[in-house]
Nanobody, 121 residues
């Protein structure tokens, strides 16, 4: 079984910073892509950032403020969030597309449990 465990959420004032982490554990052969989604009340779930072998990409709303990175040795993805705004308030979920065995037969998405980020003065 594969588990993703998130950490790093919390309450921060506008303009502040937070760093989210998401560590995958279990039987993992390869991780193809990693990403962060967020879900705010009354809004649809939004892909915030993603990283794969070809590079990384961001939603327009977070470009130049958020940075996604990965540590392959630790099966961990991070998201550094700077200059946070009240509209960044949401539950953040990490997502990893991975294989548990060689080949693509076991490839699927796994999700973290979610971590609350609240930006408020």
């Amino acid at each position: 079984q594969v588990q993703l465990v998130e950490s790093g959420g919390g309450l921060v004032q506008p303009g502040g910073s937070l760093r989210l982490s998401c560590a995958a554990s279990g039987t993992i052969f390869s991780i193809n892509a990693m990403g962060w989604f967020r879900h705010a009340p009354g809004k649809e779930r939004e892909l915030v950032a993603a990283i794969a072998s070809g590079g990384s990409d961001y939603a327009d709303s977070v470009k130049c403020r958020f940075t996604i990175s990965r540590d392959n040795a630790k099966n961990t993805v991070y998201q550094q969030m700077n200059n946070l705004k009240p509209e960044d308030t949401a539950v953040y979920y990490c997502n990893e597309n991975l294989d548990t065995r060689i080949g693509s037969m076991t490839r699927r998405d796994y999700w973290g449990q979610g971590t609350q980020v609240t930006v408020s003065s």
